[in-house]
């Protein structure tokens, strides 16, 4: 649970925006969805976020223990990261977020967008959330047990 100190508010929503709420945060929780796990992968995203905002961000999920990471047993130098429990929980709010866009945007998507739109039409939210939330879980799995090996 996340220890919340100087919040400008007692409203709920008002306090997760103030933990997720900026810019880049979402999008790099999206990114380890998407099973991008270091620096570099989160630099070449398509939104190209600057590595001082990246740092940033990162450094901000791990203080409130959103995301962990293991270093790369072969080079030290390369931070594995990935999604704690806390961090895949906001897969609902994702998921949301990707269907509103969708519903309400007059935009062109990225292809991978477009295809997760065909995969889960017609398909139960919860069914998809329990799901991708399994599967990363799994992911996840896979890679604390290949950098502690």
Known sequence: MIKVKDNRSSCPISTALEIIGDQWSLIVIRDLFLER????????????????????RLNKLLSLDLIGYVKNPKNKKIKIYYLKDGGIELYPLLYELSLWSKKNLDMKFHPLSI??????????????????????KAFRK????????
């Open 142 to 149: 896979g890679i604390l047990n290949e950098m502690v090996a």
């Open 37 to 56: 796990t270091t620096f570099s992968e989160f630099r070449n995203s398509p939104e190209k976020i600057s590595t001082n905002i990246l740092t940033d």
């Open 115 to 136: 295809d997760w739109y065909k995969a889960i039409e017609g398909r139960k939210p919860k069914e998809v959330i329990s799901e991708i939330s399994s599967s990363y």
